[in-house]
């Protein structure tokens, strides 16, 4: 079965804050794709990053930075020095490589505080 | 990227009536669109993946006689809800998908239906 979790329903910190959204997934395919979404107030889904199961380098964007762990089926989110802007529902997809067709995970809301 | 609308943003209809929402491609010519579902506070759900020139793939569970799907141009798929019920209020987002199933979505700004 394909399926994404993200156990986190709900997240609050305090601005400045460094904060992990957690995402584990599950596939028996060995070529897939990993992507994170997130989804503001205005509901408009904006691409983060996108992973295919053969490259498990992290990667790092300014103050967001990702951990693809195969051996855990993990692909977590870190935002360091949150802020108010990053307040928003963050999805976790699974992309299967033959179709294109992403399973999202069920979200994880954020909330930064000033 | 790709840049993607979506039209109406919202609208509001009575219960047995027909509602269309148009999503297009505007920066590149798209074989491929997705639809998706979502209801307040849930995830997303693919409903049906949209080809040009062919007819959609749906989803198990989803009725292909009511949410009828029209791909016809390149930039140009419609979502047709036939005989709307006010279970099928929701958030309904298209996305697109330049050069093959390994690259990442882009999705428009969503439609948001009520059904009175």
């Known amino acids: 079965a394909q399926k994404v979790t993200q156990a986190q329903t709900e997240i609050s910190v305090v601005e400045k804050e460094d904060v992990t959204l957690d995402c584990v997934y599950e596939?028996?395919?060995?070529?897939?794709?990993l992507f994170w979404y997130k989804q503001p107030p205005s509901g408009e889904l904006v691409f983060l990053i996108r992973?295919?199961?053969?490259?498990?380098q992290n990667e790092i964007s300014g103050r967001y930075s990702w951990n693809f762990q195969k051996s855990t089926s993990s692909f977590n989110f870190t935002i360091t020095a949150s802020q108010v802007v990053d307040s928003a529902v963050y999805f976790c997809?699974?992309?299967?490589?033959?179709?294109?067709?992403?399973?999202f995970g069920q979200g994880t809301t954020l909330q930064v505080k000033p | 990227g790709a840049v993607v609308s979506q039209h109406p943003s919202w609208v509001i209809c009575k219960s047995g009536t027909s509602v269309k929402i148009e999503c297009r491609s505007l920066?590149?010519?798209?074989?491929?669109m997705f639809w998706y579902r979502q209801f307040p506070k849930q995830s997303l759900m693919l409903m049906a993946t949209?080809?040009?020139?062919?007819?959609?793939?749906?989803e198990q569970g989803v009725e292909k006689d009511k949410f009828l799907i029209n791909h016809a141009s390149l930039t140009l798929s419609t979502l047709t809800v036939t005989s709307a019920h006010p279970e099928d209020s929701s958030f309904y987002i298209c996305?697109?998908?330049?050069?093959?199933?390994?690259?990442?979505?882009?999705f428009g700004p969503g439609t948001r239906l009520t059904v009175l």
């Open positions: 996305s697109v998908q330049k050069g093959g199933p390994h690259n990442e979505q882009f």
């Open positions: 596939t028996r395919d060995t070529t897939y794709y």
């Open positions: 992973r295919n199961s053969f490259d498990e």
């Open positions: 997809a699974l992309g299967l490589s033959n179709t294109g067709k992403l399973i």
């Open positions: 920066d590149f010519q798209a074989t491929t």
């Open positions: 949209s080809n040009e020139g062919s007819k959609a793939t749906y």
